[in-house]
């Protein structure tokens, strides 16, 4: 096999490589549109019941993790965090899309600041006390 | 602040609530994880307020009443004593279900601010997520105000029963589910909502009524998990993320907490929520009580006491809930101060429902300024009192019962105790011979090795401390 047989046959190879690359990205191409539709046809619900459940795992070896003395500060905690339901009340009282979610909106506001509020300024009152003393 | 910067800081805020959790699993770390909560709680109420399109007068409604809210909160929780902290928690609670049925509620009136439709014209899918939400926090809500009345005594806490209770409980969970159903095959009418509403808060009312006060803790905690899946249910409705993972978080928390205490008692959960526990061998033990001679006990004085305290090596203090109620706590500690003087290491024993709520008697004691180390659960405890010379058990009973090893026919037996019995010498301080709260006679009272010191926990305990210090 001499040199010019060899750099025909490489040639040869590399023109059938780059056919294959085209066809490759042409067949991406016709995918591409049958992915995304199939993402947007995913529903956001079930991706929000993936976190959830995801978030449910999490919080079962979190809380598992938990010293059995701080399980009322623990108590303290979730309380305060659950008020995290402050997001949803702002939004409708912040939004003024009606009077009458507003005015709920605001009455959920200040339920949950007081708990918001009271929940950790309690848990920081127990915590405290579990100073290593002397 | 775009939708993308907004989602990243619930983000950040899930995450240090994460941490928040995370930080409890020692109480060197328990303070910094607390105030990643706090930050977490102010990013997320920063972001929110950051949305496009809120109207200064919105944003100033909201600062008023986080402004309002909080000030409430903070007045409270700084004047709140330990004692009562299980109240306090049922009523935090109560308040949590309550903001979730607003926040339906808002949901339902101005569904656009929720992207989830217009007026009258709702998805299906949030409206099936609404009810869910909706349902749950008025369950929550109603539960809670019962639970905090009988905590707070303001209400008795004897199991309250009735012919059919539990087919009413259940034809009102039915006609619950088949109402959500008519709800969204409707197209969500707003009476149709309120009519929910109504008997989620009655249902909520007739669960906790048939359960009695000592199960409290246990209700407590199945309702902080209600209160997570109440938010969890309205982070569904308005497609919020952060909503979703804290009420899942506080959801599993709450979950875990009841089955550790219904397991402290050796009961289902649904023995539990099913009722009448108190009611039921109250009545047993006040049948079978005259039919028993009385068996003679050996009592002693507080100075017999203080004297083979004295020369004792190991003392274990085994508290219970009867030692809050008698203010003992910090004499107690005097006591223990006393005895680690004169040498003997002081250790204390706490059963895991001791106390109205998981961890309360842990709480009543750092309050007391007993340092932490010293304090053990039961499982870390137990093999040490065949070692202890004393054990002086002060406001426990049942917890210590031998009977709930041996006597299969007890109302307790399996219930885990704390072995106090293999100790050399048991000190009971108790008022009278009365049974405990689960209506059994404690076989310990009889035993050779027990002495009975009768009067007021802390009154004995005093005494105990001037016969110490002399």
């Known amino acids: 096999m001499n040199a010019e047989e060899l750099a025909l046959r490489a040639q040869a190879m590399a023109e059938r490589a780059m056919a294959l690359a085209m066809e490759a990205r042409a067949a991406a191409g016709e995918a591409m549109p049958a992915i995304e539709h199939g993402a947007a046809a995913a529903e956001p619900f079930l991706l929000l ?37 402050v997001v949803g009340a702002m939004l409708a009282t912040g939004l003024g899309e009606s009077w009458l979610a507003q005015a709920f909106g605001f009455l959920a506001v200040t339920l949950a600041a007081v708990n918001i509020f009271g929940g950790f300024l309690v848990t920081r009152r127990m915590l405290a006390m579990f100073q290593r003393k002397g | 602040m775009s939708h ?22 020692h109480p060197s770390t328990s303070r910094r994880g607390n105030l990643m909560g706090m930050i977490g709680m102010a990013i997320a109420i920063l972001a929110t307020l950051a949305t496009p399109g809120m109207r200064a007068g919105g944003i100033g409604l909201i600062i008023a009443g986080l402004a309002i809210g909080g000030g409430i909160g903070a007045v409270i929780a700084n004047r709140i004593q330990m004692t009562s902290l299980p109240q306090l928690v049922a009523a935090f609670h109560s308040l949590v279900g309550l903001a979730a049925v607003f926040v339906a509620a808002a949901a339902l009136y101005a569904p ?42 303001r209400m008795s806490g004897a199991p309250i029963l009735f012919k059919g209770q539990h087919l009413l409980n259940a034809a009102l969970g039915v006609l619950l589910l088949v109402l959500i159903g008519i ?29 009695g ?16 899946w109440a938010a969890a249910g309205i982070g569904f409705t308005i497609g919020n993320l952060l909503l979703i993972v804290t009420g899942a978080l506080v959801g599993a928390s709450g979950a875990i907490l009841s089955y550790i205490m219904c397991k402290g008692m050796n009961r289902s959960i649904l023995n539990v929520l099913l009722g009448g526990f108190g009611a039921e061998a109250g009545g047993a033990a006040a049948a079978g009580g005259p039919a028993q001679p009385a068996r003679p006990v050996k009592s002693g004085s507080p100075e017999d006491a203080a004297y083979i305290m004295k020369n004792a090596g190991k003392v274990i203090i085994v508290p219970g809930y009867g030692m809050a109620v008698a203010q003992a706590q910090q004499v107690v500690r005097e006591m223990a ?59 426990a009973n049942d917890v210590t019962n031998p009977a709930a090893k041996t006597d299969k026919t007890s109302p307790i037996y399996g219930m885990p105790i704390l072995d106090v019995d293999r100790a050399k010498t048991v000190f009971f301080v108790k008022r009278g011979m009365s049974s405990g709260y689960a209506g059994v006679e404690n076989e310990l009272f009889f035993r050779d090795n027990t002495m009975m010191l009768f009067g007021d926990a802390k009154k004995v305990t005093q005494q105990i401390v001037q016969a110490l210090q002399k």
């Open chain 2, 213 to 228: 006060g000592a199960d409290m803790p246990v209700v407590v905690s199945m309702l902080n998990s209600y209160s997570g």
């Open chain 2, 337 to 395: 101060d006393l005895l680690k003087k004169e040498g003997a290491t002081v250790e204390y024993a706490i059963h895991p429902v001791a106390g109205r709520m998981p961890g309360h008697m842990n709480v009543l004691l750092a309050e007391a300024n007993v340092p932490y180390d010293d304090v053990h659960e039961l499982e870390e405890i137990n093999p040490e009192f065949a070692e202890a010379d004393v054990a002086y058990v002060i406001g």
């Open chain 2, 183 to 211: 709800f969204v095959a409707t197209g969500g009418p707003t009476g149709l909502f309120w009519l929910i509403a109504i008997l989620s808060f009655a249902l909520g009312f007739l669960l906790i009524i048939p359960i």
């Open chain 2, 4 to 25: 993308t910067l907004s989602t990243l800081a619930y983000l950040v805020s899930s995450v240090l609530f994460i941490l928040a959790l995370k930080g409890l699993s």
């Open chain 1, 49 to 85: 019941l993936t976190i959830f459940l995801l978030a449910c795992f999490v919080g079962y070896h979190v809380v598992w993790s938990v010293t059995p003395a701080l399980h009322s500060p623990l108590m303290g905690v979730t309380n305060a965090i659950s008020s995290v339901i």
């Open chain 2, 112 to 153: 656009q601010s929720f992207g989830i439709g217009t007026p009258g014209n709702i998805h299906g899918q949030s409206l099936v997520e609404m009810s869910l939400g909706l349902a749950i926090g008025a369950i929550t809500f109603s539960g809670s105000v019962i639970a905090f009345a009988k905590l707070d005594g």
